[in-house]
């Protein structure tokens, strides 16, 4: 017996220390990357020494005698701390994911490349300007300067992950970074999905009227009755019952991410008459989805024209979001509509030939190889009309609305192979005014932002991105896809820079936008019908107007606002039968539960708060509601409306148009009203979340489920990694409020935290070095580094870092300088 005790201690303490080698050798290996920020280096490609002074948060300040200089050390700087994120960015706008990552990613793959958004960013360098040209080649030469580094000084590959993923790093160029712009117009795309969504609803519903409820346009007049999709397209009655088809959209790593989690921002200004300290003030916070790390990096860059800091993507020489000591800007998007799905009829002798207004013509077509890991390549046939690449019908279920015989394109403006949006960014980085500014956004093509600019003297907001020019007779006003044969479906260039919505020194002294509905103008001057915001603006304007004079700290508080618009008007409206009207009933039953629901939120105040259970509740109920509402009506197809529409609520209890037809079920024989509705909506939420928390009503809490999940793309998933590479945290706020927390909208938890401001600040021209600003995660993308989720939780508390371009102050708390020195000296 003793004898087994002892071997039994030796295998144990073997099998111990055997861990123990093997977690050292992996620490080792990974650590070897982690960068070292106090250094000296002699590298290639540098014309004048270079300082990157990393101040206590690792944001980096660069300084160099000449601008070449500052942007090369920029391109160190994003390579040392995110280099795992740079290349595969770019691998996947090159539609090259697949050669590392397998079979998993090879439907991204085939997308991006029938886009050809890395053919068209290489013929794009090209039209820069002679100062976008130095500025991307400086770049791209500190990128390969840290490559060389880490191949010459075996530095651990660059990233831990290089290690499990076999991932060969070509030398950065410059049409990487303007790939990278395009990428983030992916990203943002909305117009699509909501076009073809909007022409599946038209074919389900048996009552055409219908289309302006569950898809309501924004507040406002003008906008004309639809067309029934039917009617538009030949052959389109035979999709009506036509299933939804899979597309990428699933995939972490996949950058489409379909209509409700697309885009979107917050950016307002004030003018002097309207601040408390006499200077203009700026806010922005930038909206996309969240990750490990995030896609946002903060830089200071010192330039001659001046000292610019903000925040960066990796990947690109811009400050995208920051100030200057003469001028703060910040983006939103703007949800102009510059796509549009056409419809191609083939030739039905020849399926490579297609119907254009002067006859069928031949696509244009190219074969492109996709290298798969651990399988056979993939040979793809791009295909592109006059009017567009072909997609196939499983995106954005593009199957379910192209008729037999026909296949679907798009327009969009992103496909430009002139774009000169990178040469826009760089001047708005120079400019010293605004109206310098609004001439550097001339250049601007793809994503269209709304520009929100200060001065020293001023505020204004300007459109930017190219407005496509459609025809006044367009089929659907480039609503639902149209037939791409008829020429007055088609494009015909583009709108005047002029024809940009702006405004400029306004008289209350305030500018600023949520993705709300910016001018109502008649097609096609009209920018768009579809916006990303009716709720938020609604909170915005009434804490802008309930001061006379702002401050930062009054910016930063409507930053963090998280009082629901939506929650106070819907459940006084949905519940109005309800409340109150409850009789006694045992504890434990339906009746009990709902009547202890509605007597919290009756004194409930619409602030979604991550401690109290009225914001779940809420949620839960509007969710299950309208899901009541419409899974008879659409069926299978209700699934694709993942995210609560509080319009088609609203219009819905007060029955506007008839709307209210909506709260009877139509299989059913009785009638029900709509209080009926949303008492047994009610209910179906409670008992989801009795089954799923299995707690009192009042011990729920909604941050337990509303989690912001900053996970990594690749990682996130792997078991025991993805407790050290996923960033979780309960947080308040919601899909309607000013600190938007967008929710997922599906899955086991549709109230996860998935989409939200990754990057925040606030200017203050009064006093510049007291602006400040934040971002979700960490500057690192290393997951050894302190610096990989050091701002999480400041961000998470809705803290800031300071905005300085006092070189001294970033001194005094410096974490490392790094002096990069030119051969030979």
């Known amino acids: 017996m003793v ?53 206590h948060a690792n944001v980096p300040h660069i300084f160099s005698d000449d601008d070449a200089g500052v942007f090369f050390g920029l391109g160190y700087a994003h390579a040392q701390d995110r280099l795992w994120q740079m290349m595969v960015m770019r691998r996947t706008v090159q539609g090259r994911l697949s050669e590392v990552f397998g079979a998993r990613t090879v439907e991204i793959d085939k997308l991006l490349r029938r886009f050809d958004l890395y053919r068209l960013a290489r013929t794009s360098v090209a039209a820069q300007d002679a100062d976008t040209l130095a500025a991307l080649e400086a770049y791209a030469a500190g990128v390969n300067a840290r490559l060389d580094e880490i191949n010459r000084d075996a530095l651990g590959r660059g990233a831990p992950e290089m290690f499990l ?159 200057s000591d003469r001028l703060g800007w910040g983006l939103t998007s703007s949800y102009l509509d510059d796509l549009d799905v056409m419809i191609e009829e083939l030739n039905p002798d020849n399926p490579e030939q297609y119907r254009t207004p002067d006859g069928f013509q031949p696509f244009e077509t190219r074969r492109s190889i996709i290298e798969i890991k651990d399988s056979a390549p993939v040979t793809l046939t791009l295909r592109w009309s006059e ?115 702006e405004f400029i020194a306004p008289s209350g002294g305030i500018v600023g936008n949520t993705n709300n509905k910016l001018v109502e103008r008649p097609f096609p001057l009209h920018v768009s019908f579809d916006w990303g915001d009716t709720q938020r603006v609604q909170r915005w304007t009434r804490l802008m107007q309930l001061r006379h004079v702002h401050s930062r700290d009054s910016f930063v508080e409507a930053q963090l606002d998280t009082v629901s618009v939506t929650a106070r008007t819907l459940l006084p409206l949905v519940g109005k039968d309800l409340w109150f009207t409850g009789e006694a009933a045992p504890d434990g039953t339906t009746e009990r539960r709902r009547h202890m629901a509605l007597e919290l939120l009756a004194d409930w105040n619409g602030e979604m708060n991550e401690y109290l259970p009225e914001p779940l509740i809420y949620m839960a109920w509007m969710r299950a509601l309208q899901e009541r509402l419409v899974r008879d009506e659409l069926g299978p197809l209700a699934d694709e409306l993942t995210h609560v529409e509080p319009l088609f609520i609203e219009r819905v209890f007060r029955d506007v148009d008839g709307a209210g037809a909506w709260c009877d079920v139509i299989h059913s024989t009785p009638r029900e009203t709509c209080s009926d509705i949303a008492r047994m909506a009610l209910d179906d939420a409670l008992t989801w979340l009795t089954e799923t928390q299995g707690t009192a009503i009042e011990s729920l809490a909604w941050g337990d489920l509303h989690q ?92 800031y870092i300071p905005m300085s371009l006092d070189t001294d102050l970033a001194r005094a708390a410096s974490v490392g300088v790094t002096r990069l020195l030119p051969k030979g000296e």
């Open 3 to 55: 004898r087994i005790f002892r071997w039994l201690m030796r295998i144990t303490v073997a099998v111990l220390v055997l861990v123990g080698l093997v977690v050292g050798a992996v620490y080792y290996f990974a650590s070897r990357s982690l960068p070292d920020y106090d250094k000296r280096l002699t590298v290639d490609g540098l014309d004048t020494p270079v300082e990157i002074l990393r101040d």
């Open 165 to 323: 993923f076999d991932m060969p790093i070509a030398p950065w160029h410059p049409a990487d970074s303007i790939a990278v712009i395009k990428l983030m117009a992916v990203q943002m795309m909305s117009q699509l999905d909501r076009e073809v969504l909007r022409a599946r609803l038209s074919l389900a519903l048996p009552d055409k009227a219908r289309l302006a409820d569950i898809l309501p346009d924004a507040p406002g007049t003008g906008v004309g009755a639809l067309p029934d999709y039917a009617a538009l397209m030949p052959g389109a009655d035979t999709l009506r019952f036509a299933g939804g088809m899979g597309g990428a959209a699933n995939d972490p790593l996949s950058p489409f991410r379909g209509p409700g989690l697309a885009n979107a921002s917050n950016g307002w200004a004030a003018a002097p008459s309207r601040s408390a300290s006499g200077g203009t003030l700026l806010a922005n916070d930038p909206h996309l989805g969240f990750s490990a790390p995030s896609i946002w990096y903060l830089a200071r860059l010192e330039l001659s024209s001046g000292g610019v800091i903000g925040g960066t993507i990796p990947g690109m020489p811009l400050v995208l979001s920051g100030r």
């Open 387 to 501: 009017n567009g690449p072909v997609l196939p019908g499983s995106h954005a279920d593009l199957g379910t609305i192209t008729p037999p015989g026909h296949v679907a394109a798009v327009s969009w403006t992103a496909l430009d192979d002139q774009d000169t949006t990178m040469s826009a960014g760089l001047g708005l980085m120079r400019a010293r005014s605004i109206r310098e500014a609004m001439v550097a956004g001339e250049k601007f093509v793809a994503p269209s932002q709304n520009l929100i600019l200060a001065d020293r003297l001023d505020v204004a907001m300007k459109t930017v991105g190219a407005m496509p020019r459609r025809n006044a007779n367009h089929d659907s006003q480039g609503r639902m896809p149209a037939l791409g044969a008829v020429e007055h479906n088609r494009w015909q260039g583009r709108l005047s820079y002029d024809a940009n919505p």
């Open 708 to 799: 912001a999940t900053h996970d990594h793309a690749v990682l996130g998933e792997v078991p025991l990694l993805r407790y050290f590479v996923n960033i979780r945290q309960s947080t308040s706020g919601g899909d309607n409020t000013l600190n938007r927390a967008k929710t997922a909208g599906k899955g086991a938890n549709p109230f996860r935290n998935v989409h939200g401001a990754g990057f925040r600040g606030v200017y203050d021209f009064a006093d510049p070095d007291s602006s400040v600003f934040v971002i979700s995660t960490g500057q690192s993308g290393h997951v050894l580094s302190r610096h990989y989720d050091d701002m999480a939780t400041l961000w998470r508390r809705g803290e």
